[in-house]
């Protein structure tokens, strides 16, 4: 008969009541936004923080983008160009490996290439097989799992003329490694601006996706990511004002960024690059005017280190963005891998570019494939629009399940109130996002939630017309309508993950909150309102049933 | 007094007209398509790349003033809509603009946003841009491809759940229902112009999830039904299930369409398109299931020697071997 054993009855409501304490803290939202904020401000700790009890979750719905206004960036990083780069640095070492072998191969000259290849011509056809074999002398295994054993250069010689690129396994592990570190220079640069919760994933296999929430315009966001901070130390050939110049293999012309009409020429390969920079700070130089210092890693200490020893009186370029910030003269071998790097700066500027360095340089540029910008007051007014139509859709739903089934109609309304709970809850505990699309979602749960619960209703109405009673129609209501149940839901709940699959951002919210109250919807409909019935079962002990 | 939708007992023939009501689904579905080929849909940026601006004023909107002040800025197709919602107050006007993606360029254009702002800007100081998308031709075109598998995937899911739980007749009409749905969806939107974007993919993959639902739960019923009357011709025994699951499909429906008008009417324009697609498919859906899905599995008729089965769906074929 009609009977719940008391452990899983106590199980239930235990579910119920850790699921509505997950959901409370939404219901004080800002103030606990307040408080996690202070929290998250003492580094986790939150002794001292009033506010909110911090026995308490604290976990709050994250509000989409275009819930709480922000910005969306999809970026996609031009993994290619760091090819070319991995050649230009390549150019010294081929330089003086072949220049020591100058007996054999004759002359050596840079052709011009920009398509990921080095070209080189000897000026000794007859030592072509001998300049490629010592080319490929220099290459190293690939560090990756997939293309262990192979090379990461191919060297190939045709005539007078050698190129060099890199290999195809090595291209993989290149790309892979200039979209992780891309990530890493994103998250960074858009921590240290301090904004809340920011979503920074990769997507597909060159694609990054940048989710910022407050922040004004994606304009804005694109200035902090900046499209294309590159850091460089470069040796100075010499300077002009003549923009036109034309540079010689190896070589490129770049503007000052200080003084309009002078340009420098610089050699491409560059001695040391931001990459190998581990600190920089805004400080100031000997005539106190604001500068930015900065230290390098061991490996671009000594790089930089041989180099200034070697070059004392020779002018070298520091460059950020293809543009000379400043080409101080050698004054001394600069051993420890420090320096400082003075300019017109304001106290900001020097601020600002300390912050760029420190964040590191993107080692590749960003496309950006798509923009949104969603302001905060549409965002607030789309809340409050959802708000109204959830309590809407919420009262009307209670009233037409009353008048339809009477006392079951008011069990299976506390079940309901109970489930949009429960979904707040989940939603809190996975740190999932809502988003617009999302709160439709709920809506439509609402609405659909009392499926299974009308099911059994009807069915139980059906097993009365057989009269076994009331309490073996309900028990016959609910376990013939079990099967229609779940096989309705899961076939809603494949869609779902479909959804959560294939789909992106608000259409992803839409599927999480779509799945979570399939999940919900089908437990409070199969565990609680029956669990409720048969409560009420055991003490109103009925003849008849009316349903 | 209980309030009672459907009387106790019902004896509708719902079969009786199934040629008629199959014919107007043929025919909507031709009609749909040739909507769709013909007049095509309403694509937002998502699918066709673009820029779209949502423009928020104190003063009135003048889509004639704003087409003079972009028009000299070449910027090809521009469309620029006023939207109107119960929900705004006084002094609250809003428009939508659309831009084409510019030729030629993968990325977005940002200098095409900043020019656009600043033009209407000196039509109409007090303008605020509420909200500013652009999507380059390259992610759009993915979109659609992405969009278009979504669909896909959850047809092929559908047939295969349906196919291991009931029969092969019975997941072909469930995913014909279901196809009948998405195209008449896309009809409707073809008709009405209304913005087809990825929030309409999500509310199209709603639509089958709804419907599936119903189907399933009038499939379950006729899969115990045909237990029960063994000797009951196919068609009867439909009607049967079809009568006695009424209640439920008009009690589910009516809820969640009570859900989704209010969200119609209070929810904001910015989801309309996508909460109107969702409404549109509940109401196709409740009829696909009893007039489309039903019709399928009548027609290709469901295997009645039942006498060794234990269960439904595979075990049956083990049983008949054995017979």
Redesign the interface.
Known sequence: MLQIETWKRVLIWGLVALGLLLALPNAFYSRVETYNDEVAAQAGDDTGVGGWPSFLPSGLVNLGLDLRGGAHLLAEVRVEEVYQTRMEGLWPEVRNLLRDHRDEVGTIRLQPSDDGTLVVRIGDPAGLDRAVELVRGLSQPVASLTGAGASDIVVSGAGDTITVQLSEAERLATDDRTVRQSLEIIRRRIDEVGTREPTIQRQGSDRILIQVPGIGSAAELKEIIGTTAQLTFQPVVSSTTNGDTRPSAGQEVLPSLDDDGLFYVLETASVVSGEELVDAQPSFDQNGRPAVSFRFNPSGARKFGDYTAENIGNPFAIVLDNEVISAPVIQAHIAGGSGIITGNFSVEESTQLAVLLRAGALPAGLDFLEERTIGPELGADSIQAGKIACIVAGVAVLVFMFASYGLFGLFANIALILNVGLIFGLLSMIGATLTLPGIAGIVLTIGMAVDANVLVFERIREELKTAKGPARAIELGYDRALSAIIDANITTFIVAVILFVLGSGPVRGFSVTLGIGILTSVFTAIYITRLIVVMWFERARPKTLEI | M????VP?ETHIDFFKYRYLTFGISAVAMVASVILWLVVGLNFGIDFRGGTTL?T?STSSVDVGAYRDALDPLGLGDVVISEVFDP?FGEGKHVAMIRIQAQDEQ???A?ET??TVEAALQEVDPSI?????????P??SGELIQ?AV??VS??LA??LF??WL?FEWQFSLGAVFALFHDVILTIGVFSLLQIRFD??T??AL??I???S???T??I???LR?NLRKFKQKPLIDVMNISVN??L??TI??S???????I??L????D??RS??FA?TWGVVIGTYSSVYVAKNVVLWLGVKRDWTKNSGGGAGTKFANIDA
């Open positions: 209980r309030l009672r939708l106790e949502r928020e929900s993968e990325a977005v940002a946003v900043a605020r841009f509420t909200s500013v998308e652009s999507v380059g390259k992610v992405t598998l979504a995937a959850a899911a559908i759940y349906i739980r990825l929030a993919i999500a993959l709603t089958i999830g709804y599936i639902n119903d399933v739960v499939f379950d019923r115990e006695e699951t209640s439920r009690m589910t009516g809820t969640t369409l009570l859900a989704l209010a969200l009417v209070l929810g904001g910015v989801i996508f909460v969702i």
